[in-house]
């Protein structure tokens, strides 16, 4: 049995939670409504405040759903009640980022400045060095700071570039000169 998938999902007060046929599933809460198909063969119950995510057989195929489904589902009650965030920090001389409008403009050593467009479900906000991601869906928060990040990874040798902030950058050490 799978450690994760057969835990329950408690419902939290303010949260509405409803199961459709074809296993769609639509979570309302305070921080915006987030919809999902899960798999059909999962089996999703509701029981009071909790939810049950079984699976119908012991294949490989379905003990591998049973977690994620579980995992899935729980993610979106967390994301419309606390949101999800992720923080980028900018390292390096002359690069910096602000928000014009709903547009993320980043000028990161390039001839031009680099710009984003915020998506729906995503605000973004800049305090000093530090771009922070903030919406209900995990998946989509985490795919945009990847976006951003992307834009200028950060660099081995002076640390330059878009880091998360939880990242450890690995320093190499330069050149130190010809030898005769």
């Known amino acids: 049995m799978s450690r994760i998938g057969r835990l329950p999902i408690t419902i939290p007060a303010g949260v ?8 769609a599933i639509t979570v309302k809460g305070p921080k915006g409504t987030l919809s999902n198909v899960m798999h059909p063969d999962m089996i999703i119950e509701r029981e009071a405040d909790t939810i049950l995510v079984k699976r119908p057989s012991d294949e490989k195929k379905h003990r591998s759903l049973h977690g994620l489904t579980r995992t899935l589902i729980n993610n979106m009650i967390i994301g419309v009640t606390q949101g999800y965030t992720k923080e980028l920090e900018i390292n390096g001389v002359g690069y910096r980022a602000q928000k014009q409008g709903n547009k993320l403009v980043m000028g990161l050593g390039y001839s031009h400045p680099v710009e984003m467009s915020e998506i729906p479900g995503i605000s973004i906000s800049v305090d000093g060095n530090k771009v922070i991601i903030s919406g209900a869906d995990k998946q ?3 795919q945009f700071a990847a976006e951003v990040r992307e834009k200028r990874p950060p660099e081995p040798y002076k640390g330059k570039g878009i880091k998360y902030v939880t990242e450890t950058i690995r320093r190499k050490e330069g050149k130190t000169g010809a030898k005769k």
């Open 140 to 142: 989509a928060v985490g």
């Open 16 to 23: 509405d939670v409803k199961i459709e046929a074809g296993n």
